[in-house]
């Protein structure tokens, strides 16, 4: 089918509640997608962040394709091989957790909120959150998620929350009262404009949490599964949650969430409390196993960790070539390059000449290669951003 061909049947079937470039992309390997016109592009916001190995990564298309032939679904009434060894595979990695399957960062983060409430008394039934948060799209995530733009048309929204500003130790302890069952933030603001939450401010919450008998929920959907250079954000931090949600990443493409919590808050979650039909299915934890494996034989924590290093570095060296650059920002591949001025019509120019980013709050740009990206590449994306900001 033609570019055109396709855009028409989105135009006649499919409801329209994405901005969407008049682009078909029909190929992905790696850092690059191509088009149904044949132009290749190089793609430093993978996904939206879910490709955290690239495109098609080999050691996940392989897994999937043999998942395929042998079982891809059964349902949670049985046991399945994969969706016990991604649990061991991500337990290992942080911090000895049991876990819930999903499909989705949302339905990660519900499970939390409601994990939260299972295993606090009663009357806690209050949830803090951050301002410039992001958690979902479904009723408690949204209004988890403390951005008014977000919550235009779905008012009232879900009683029980209060927003906070991010890394505000004062309004954090303000906020704090005796009917709070849990705060749930994220490590990295992602959607946000990838802001760092300051260590301190992470310290503060667990603190809080252990004094009031509140349970400290990490949205780890952006920042696990390697994109900061350690497995999960909240590794940077001398602090240990008590509840992590991860997704994105964790498929190497293949939808997919899970929610990991401590043993003895998981066993709140019993039979009949929370579920999820394709949660956990054979096809999408075979996915991330192997998206586990590729990380570890690759050793791309390092390799995330050190090309964000060199691509920070290369970024920042704009800075004083380019007034609209205020400063860089973010760990290892999770970076931020802050605007002095609206960034929409950048991000077009780039995809123009062959460069996928992304703007959020219209002045930050997201720079969120996938962890297999090299010097090389970085260097041509760079390029590629430089010679845009040049023309104006």
Same mark, same amino acid.
């Given at each position: 089918?033609?570019?055109?061909?396709?855009?028409?049947?989105?135009?006649?079937?499919?409801?329209?509640?994405?901005?969407?470039?008049?682009?078909?992309?029909?190929?992905?390997?790696?850092?690059?997608?191509?088009?149904?016109?044949?132009?290749?592009?190089?793609?430093?916001?993978?996904?939206?962040?879910?490709?955290?190995?690239?495109?098609?990564?080999?050691?996940?298309?392989?897994?999937?394709?043999?998942?395929?032939?042998?079982?891809?679904?059964?349902?949670?009434?049985?046991?399945?091989?994969?969706?016990?060894?991604?649990?061991?595979?991500?337990?290992?990695?942080?911090?000895?957790?049991?876990?819930?399957?999903?499909?989705?960062?949302?339905?990660?983060?519900?499970?939390?909120?409601?994990?939260?409430?299972?295993?606090?008394?009663?009357?806690?039934?209050?949830?803090?959150?951050?301002?410039?948060?992001?958690?979902?799209?479904?009723?408690?995530?949204?209004?988890?998620?403390?951005?008014?733009?977000?919550? $235009?048309?779905?008012?009232? +929204?879900? @009683? %029980?929350?209060?927003?906070?500003? &991010?890394?505000?130790?004062?309004?954090?302890? #303000? *906020?704090?009262?005796?009917?709070?069952?849990?705060?749930?933030?994220?490590?990295?603001?992602?959607?946000?404009?990838?802001?760092?939450?300051?260590?301190?401010?992470?310290?503060?919450?667990?603190?809080?949490?252990?004094?009031?008998?509140?349970?400290?929920?990490?949205?780890?959907?952006?920042?696990?599964?390697?994109?900061?250079?350690?497995?999960?954000?909240?590794?940077?931090?001398?602090?240990?949650?008590?509840?992590?949600?991860?997704?994105?990443?964790?498929?190497?493409?293949?939808?997919?969430?899970?929610?990991?919590?401590?043993? $003895?808050?998981?066993?709140? +979650?019993? @039979? %009949?409390?929370?579920?999820?039909? &394709?949660?956990?299915?054979?096809?999408?934890? #075979? *996915?991330?196993?192997?998206?586990?494996?590729?990380?570890?034989?690759?050793?791309?924590?390092?390799?995330?960790?050190?090309?964000?290093?060199?691509?920070?570095?290369?970024?920042?060296?704009?800075?004083?070539?380019?007034?609209?650059?205020?400063?860089?920002?973010?760990?290892?591949?999770?970076?931020?390059?802050?605007?002095?001025?609206?960034?929409?019509?950048?991000?077009?120019?780039?995809?123009?000449?062959?460069?996928?980013?992304?703007?959020?709050?219209?002045?930050?740009?997201?720079?969120?290669?996938?962890?297999?990206?090299?010097? $090389?590449?970085?260097?041509?994306?760079?390029?590629?951003?430089?010679?845009?900001?040049?023309?104006?």
């Amino acid at each position: 089918m033609t570019t055109q061909e396709t855009i028409g049947l989105f135009n006649d079937y499919v409801i329209a509640n994405y901005g969407r470039l008049p682009r078909v992309m029909v190929k992905g390997e790696g850092c690059y997608l191509w088009d149904a016109d044949g132009n290749k592009i190089l793609d430093m916001f993978p996904g939206w962040a879910v490709s955290g190995l690239g495109h098609c990564p080999p050691k996940v298309v392989e897994a999937v394709r043999k998942q395929v032939g042998e079982l891809i679904h059964i349902d949670n009434t049985f046991y399945s091989e994969p969706q016990g060894r991604l649990a061991k595979l991500l337990s290992e990695r942080a911090f000895g957790g049991k876990c819930f399957f999903c499909n989705s960062g949302a339905e990660a983060n519900e499970a939390a909120l409601k994990l939260a409430r299972l295993c606090t008394p009663k009357e806690k039934y209050k949830f803090i959150t951050c301002e410039g948060s992001f958690h979902g799209r479904t009723f408690a995530t949204v209004t988890a998620t403390a951005q008014p733009k977000y919550h $235009e048309g779905f008012l009232p +929204l879900l @009683p %029980g929350f209060a927003y906070i500003p &991010f890394n505000d130790i004062k309004a954090l302890e #303000a *906020a704090f009262t005796d009917e709070v069952a849990a705060v749930l933030v994220e490590p990295i603001q992602g959607e946000g404009g990838i802001h760092v939450a300051s260590p301190e401010f992470l310290r503060a919450i667990r603190r809080l949490c252990d004094e009031k008998g509140a349970v400290m929920i990490l949205d780890e959907v952006q920042t696990g599964v390697g994109r900061t250079g350690k497995w999960f954000g909240y590794q940077h931090f001398d602090v240990e949650p008590d509840i992590i949600t991860m997704a994105k990443a964790l498929g190497g493409g293949v939808a997919i969430g899970a929610m990991m919590a401590r043993a $003895e808050i998981a066993a709140c +979650l019993v @039979p %009949g409390k929370h579920a999820s039909t &394709f949660g956990g299915n054979c096809l999408a934890c #075979a *996915a991330g196993v192997a998206t586990i494996e590729a990380i570890d034989e690759g050793n791309l924590l390092q390799q995330a960790a050190e090309m964000g290093q060199y691509a920070q570095e290369k970024l920042r060296a704009l800075k004083e070539k380019h007034s609209i650059i205020d400063h860089v920002r973010g760990i290892g591949l999770m970076i931020g390059i802050q605007l002095t001025a609206a960034g929409a019509q950048i991000v077009g120019k780039c995809l123009e000449k062959g460069l996928r980013i992304n703007c959020t709050h219209d002045t930050v740009i997201r720079f969120m290669p996938p962890m297999i990206v090299t010097k $090389e590449q970085i260097d041509e994306a760079v390029g590629i951003f430089d010679s845009v900001l040049s023309e104006g």
